[in-house]
C-alpha cells in the first residue's frame, strides 16, 4: 500500500465502505434467502410426509374395518389378500407376534415362514421393527427397498398396527416425495439467484457513483496537498526558493498544512542560513585538522622508528643479560670445581701434617736411638781403654816373661815362646782395639751426624708442619673466598636471569608499544584521509546548501 497513490487511496476510501456493506448486506440478504428457502422445502417435506401418513392411517383403518365382520382367519386372510391400492400396486401384509408371515398378496409361497431374523438389503431386520412398532401402538417405518424389476433400492414408507395377534402393515414408495422437494428447492433456488443478481447491479451502479464522487472530492483535497508536495520536491531537488510562501487562507486542514509548511520553509531557511555558517567553521576545522593530522602522522613515524631502535637496543640487552647469566653460570661451576679442589687439597694437607707429626715422631725416636747409640760406643770406648791397658800390662809381662825366660836358658825355651805368644796376642789384642776405637770413633761421628741430620730433619718437619698449618690457614680463607665467589656468581647468575626476564618483559611491551605505535600510524593515516574527506564533503555540502535561496 506505500506505493499506492493518495488519490487511489481517496477513492479506495470511499469504495471499500460501501462495498463491504453492499456485501454485508447482499450476504445476509443471501443467507436469509437460503434459510427462508430451508424451511419453504422442510415445511414442504413435512406437509407432504404428514399427507403421506394420513393415508397409511385411512388405509389401515379401512382394512382393519374390512376384516372386522369376518369370523375366521381364513376370512380375513382373503379379505386382506383382495385388498389393493394406488391401481392394484400397493397391497397388504400380516405376520404375527413371532414373525412368521400370515399374509402376502403378492408372494403367496411366504406364508408361513418365519422372517424374524431376515434382513432388507439395507441390513436391517425390518419384521422386528414391523412387531415393535405395532406393540407400541402403531408407527411409522421408513427403509430403502428395491422397487419390483429393479436393483436399486428406493425409498418407502410404512406403518404397522396390531389386531389381535397380528400385526397389519402396509407402505408405499415416497420418492416421488423427493421429486417435489428437489423442483421445489430448484424454484427457490432460481428466486434467490434472481434476487441477488438484482441486489448484485444496485451496488454496482452504487460502487460507481461512489467512485464518480470520490474522484472528485479527491480531486478537491488533492490539489492543495500536490502544490505542497511540488514545493517539498523543489525544497528535496535543492532548487529551493525557502521564501517562497502557498497559500495557508483555506480555512480547513489543508490551510493548516499550507501553514504549517511555511513555518516548516522558514526554518529550514534558518537550518540551511546555520549549517552555511558550520559549513565553513567545519571546513576551517577540518584544515586545522589535516594539519595536525600531517604533525601526528610524522611523530607517530619517529616513535614507531624510536620504539624500533629501542626494541632492538633490548634483544642486544636481553642477548647480553642471557651471555652473563650463561657466564656466571659457568663461573659459579668453576667455582664449584675450585671449592672442590680446594677441599681435597685440604683434605691432603692435613694427611700430610699427620704424615709429617708421625715422621716428626719417628725422627725423634731415631734420635733417641742414635743418642743410646753414641752412649752405648762411648761405653765401648772405656771398656776399649780397660782392653788396651790390660793388653798393655799382658805385653809388659809377656815381656818380662821373655826375658825371664832368656834367662832361664833351656828350661825357660817354652815359656819364651808363650810369652812370645801372649805378646803376639796382646798385640794383636792392642791392635784390634785400636780399630774398634777407631771404628767407635767413627760410629760416634756418625751418630753425632745422624743425630744433626735428625735434628735438622726434625726442624725442617716442624717448619713444614708450620707451612703446612699456614697453608691449611690459606686454603681455607681460598676455600671461603671460593664460597663468596660462588655466592657472588649465583647472584649475579640470578640477577642476570631477573634482568633476562625483565628484558624480555620490557621486549615484549616495547614491541607492543611498536604494534601501538604502528596501529596509531594506520589510524593517523586514516584520520587524515578523513579528514581530508571531511573536508571534500564540507566543500560539497557548502556547495549543495549555498543552491537554496534564503
Not at 605505535?517 to 546548501?545: F, Y
Request: glycine content about 6%.
Amino acid at each position: 500500500m506505500t506505493s499506492v497513490s493518495l488519490r487511489t487511496k481517496l477513492i479506495l476510501l470511499a469504495f471499500f465502505p460501501v462495498f463491504i456493506l453492499a456485501l454485508v448486506l447482499i450476504s445476509k440478504a443471501y443467507f436469509s434467502a437460503q434459510q427462508e428457502a430451508q424451511s419453504r422445502v422442510m415445511h414442504l417435506r413435512d406437509s407432504l410426509y404428514a399427507e403421506r401418513k394420513q393415508q397409511l392411517d385411512t388405509l389401515l383403518e379401512m382394512a382393519g374395518t374390512a376384516i372386522s365382520s369376518a369370523t375366521d382367519d381364513n376370512s380375513k386372510k382373503a379379505i386382506l389378500r383382495s385388498l389393493r391400492y394406488e391401481n392394484g400396486k400397493n397391497y397388504f401384509f400380516v405376520y404375527d407376534l413371532q414373525g412368521v408371515q400370515v399374509v402376502s398378496a403378492d408372494q403367496p409361497e411366504r406364508e408361513g415362514k418365519n422372517f424374524l431374523d431376515s434382513k432388507s438389503p439395507e441390513g436391517r431386520f425390518l419384521v422386528k421393527e414391523y412387531i415393535d412398532a405395532a406393540r407400541k401402538g402403531g408407527g411409522y417405518i421408513n427403509y430403502n427397498w428395491p422397487k419390483p424389476g429393479s436393483t436399486v433400492a428406493a425409498p418407502k414408507l410404512a406403518k404397522a398396527i396390531l389386531l389381535d395377534e397380528w400385526v397389519l402393515a402396509t407402505g408405499f414408495y415416497i420418492d416421488d416425495l423427493e421429486l417435489m422437494i428437489q423442483k421445489q428447492r430448484e424454484v427457490t433456488e432460481q428466486q434467490i439467484y434472481a434476487d441477488l443478481l438484482s441486489d448484485a447491479l444496485i451496488t454496482l451502479v452504487l460502487v460507481v457513483l461512489v467512485i464518480f464522487s470520490g474522484t472528485l472530492f479527491a480531486k478537491a483535497i488533492l490539489k492543495p496537498l500536490l502544490n505542497v508536495v511540488q514545493a517539498m520536491q523543489d525544497i528535496g531537488s535543492g532548487e529551493a526558493d525557502l521564501t517562497k510562501r502557498l497559500d495557508a487562507s483555506i480555512g480547513h486542514e489543508l490551510g493548516a498544512l499550507a501553514q504549517a509548511f511555511n513555518q516548516f520553509s522558514g526554518k529550514v531557511a534558518t537550518l540551511v542560513g546555520q549549517v552555511q555558517s558550520s559549513m565553513r567553521s567545519l571546513g576551517q576545522s577540518a584544515e586545522h585538522l589535516a594539519a595536525l593530522m600531517q604533525k601526528t602522522e610524522a611523530g607517530v613515524a619517529q616513535q614507531h622508528s624510536e620504539s624500533d631502535q629501542v626494541a632492538t637496543a633490548i634483544n642486544e640487552m636481553s642477548a647480553t643479560a642471557e651471555d652473563v647469566a650463561k657466564s656466571a653460570s659457568q663461573a659459579a661451576q668453576a667455582a664449584n670445581h675450585a671449592e672442590t679442589q680446594v677441599h681435597e687439597a685440604n683434605a691432603r694437607l692435613h694427611r700430610a701434617i699427620a704424615v709429617i707429626g708421625g715422621l716428626e715422631q719417628q725422627v725423634q725416636v731415631g734420635v733417641s736411638v742414635i743418642d743410646k747409640v753414641g752412649d752405648d760406643s762411648r761405653n765401648i770406648g772405656a771398656v776399649l781403654d780397660v782392653i788396651r791397658s790390660i793388653a798393655d800390662q799382658t805385653n809388659l809381662l809377656a815381656l818380662n816373661a821373655a826375658i825371664e825366660a832368656a834367662r832361664a836358658g833351656e828350661h825357660g825355651r817354652g815359656f819364651a815362646v808363650v810369652a812370645d805368644e801372649v805378646r803376639t796376642l796382646a798385640a794383636r789384642t792392642s791392635k784390634s782395639t785400636d780399630e774398634i776405637n777407631q771404628m767407635i770413633v767413627s760410629l760416634q761421628q756418625g751418630a753425632d751426624q745422624a743425630v744433626q741430620a735428625i735434628n735438622e730433619i726434625k726442624h725442617h718437619s716442624q717448619n713444614t708442619v708450620q707451612q703446612a698449618q699456614q697453608v691449611d690457614a690459606a686454603l681455607q680463607e681460598i676455600q671461603h673466598s671460593v664460597s663468596t665467589i660462588n655466592n657472588m656468581n649465583n647472584q649475579i647468575a640470578s640477577a642476570a636471569e631477573e634482568q633476562t626476564t625483565v628484558s624480555e618483559m620490557i621486549n615484549r611491551n616495547v614491541h607492543q608499544i611498536v604494534v601501538i605505535a604502528q596501529e596509531t600510524s594506520s589510524d593517523t593515516s586514516q584520520s587524515a584521509a578523513i579528514s581530508k574527506e571531511l573536508m571534500h564533503l564540507s566543500d560539497q555540502l557548502n556547495a549543495e546548501v549555498c543552491r537554496y535561496k534564503i
